[in-house]
């Protein structure tokens, strides 16, 4: 047997193998087969890693620079990103299975976050106050948190790496980053662009391997200050309660549940594509995936057999090929939670329309693929419209009028995205703003930029990420009294 590479972690500067001693195999979801090596990282590492970023923070070149300096660096490593794009896309690929077009189109993308951030580091101002207390000059000052922990998962490795990364150094963190134990490829490849911008030792670590072995380390250690983390609901709430008991400052991108809502004045060609991109795009496996179809009663039956019949036509198959449309499922554990999805929907009376299994197409080969999947006559009290899949399983429910769009719509634990399909401006306003959901899109759908802040309602997270927004995540702000007095007033009484 071909004998795998062996990938190690990086913390400070250097190279390192983790301290277990032991490695594990990611697996490329379209041959079903492991092609690398990834160090199975645990306290000791989480604790060196921990140690040298709040080194990093305290000390050496790091916080010797100005916010100038440290956009300069920002954006040096965007260019460093931009040229390596197609490399660090292709490791995606072959890590997560998602297109290969979509991953090139993504990375060629995250420089632009780099680039923003990077810009906004020497914006960030505090204020002189109009204080009220005479003698005294008042300000604020907005100052870095510490030690950040970016804990990434693996739809979408390095745009959500990005997303975390860019402001936290931007405001001037230091940071240790934990990629999903099934996609770390990327992650240890884009760590050499950091050294390469030229970024001190120390500023930003990468430790791989599971999240309770060597996320949670992380997560407790008492020398980190905030934890930024994208993943499923499960492991954000365990992060958030292990996290305060350490009083750490947290934000937390979950999952979600979101309705793509078609009303009967929309127009349906546009919606159709709308309604695929939402549930079939990277295979469904994206918190924003619309994998509730919401359609008006009235043009049910029409929408339908458009959707169904555009649905039949997407390719399947290698996800290199500029020609696939809809690639493996990333992991094996997710490739069965999808499938035990279908039994869930037949016990429970959905009406399957499309699809309702594996893939087995020859295109497909030993690769985890799921049969893109429709299931008609849903009800919003099925498991199948409340819990997040995670996959191209789309959930098609009728609503008769505006308000029972919006009341099934907000009937879900989650809220982070929603689309809304219509010609009316009135009802595009109206639902809009009826619809609990951090981003709303109108007649579009999946469209995200590091400009527009983005993040959860509900149970779909805390905090926001991308926008000027963000930046505020990683900052304090601290309020610094002068005085200008003479003479020192009665200290015993309260100025
Ligand atoms: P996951 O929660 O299993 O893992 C995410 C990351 O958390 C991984 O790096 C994992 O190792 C780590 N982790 C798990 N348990 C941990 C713990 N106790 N302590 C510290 N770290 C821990 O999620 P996943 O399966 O990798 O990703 C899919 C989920 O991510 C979906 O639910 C999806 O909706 C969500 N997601 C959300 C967004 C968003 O922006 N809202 C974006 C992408 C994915």
Redesign the pocket.
Known sequence: MEKLEKLQMYVNGEWIDPASGEWFESYNPFTGKPWVLFPRGGAADAERAVETAKKAFNSGEWPKLNATQRGQLLRRLGDLVAENAEHLAELEVRDNGKLYAEMSMQLKYVPQWYYYFGGLADKIEGRVLPIDKPDHFTFTSREPLGVVVA??????PLL?TAWKLAPALAAGNTVVV?????TSASTLAFIKLIEEAGFPPGVVNVVTG???DV??P??THPDVAKVA????????T??YE?AAAGLKKVSL????KSPNIVFDDADIDNAIKGAISGIFAATGQ???AGSRLLIQESIHDQFMDKLVAFAKTAKMGDPMSLETQVGPVTTHP?YEKILSYMDVAREDGAECVLGGGKAERPECGDGWFVEPTIYDGVTNDMRIAQE?V?GPLLSVITFEDDDEAVEIGNDVVYG?AAGIWTSSIRRAIDISARVKAGTVWVNTYRAASFIAP?G?YKQ??LGR?NGQEAINEYLQTKTTWISVATETPNPFVMR
């Open positions: 804990i990434v998962p693996w739809n979408s959500l934990k990629p999903s134990e099934f599971f999240g309770l996320g949670e992380l997560v983390f994208t993943g499923g609901v499960l492991s954000g365990r992060v292990k991108e979950l999952g979600g994206t918190c924003i997710q997040e995670f982070l983005f959860g779909s997270g990420e």
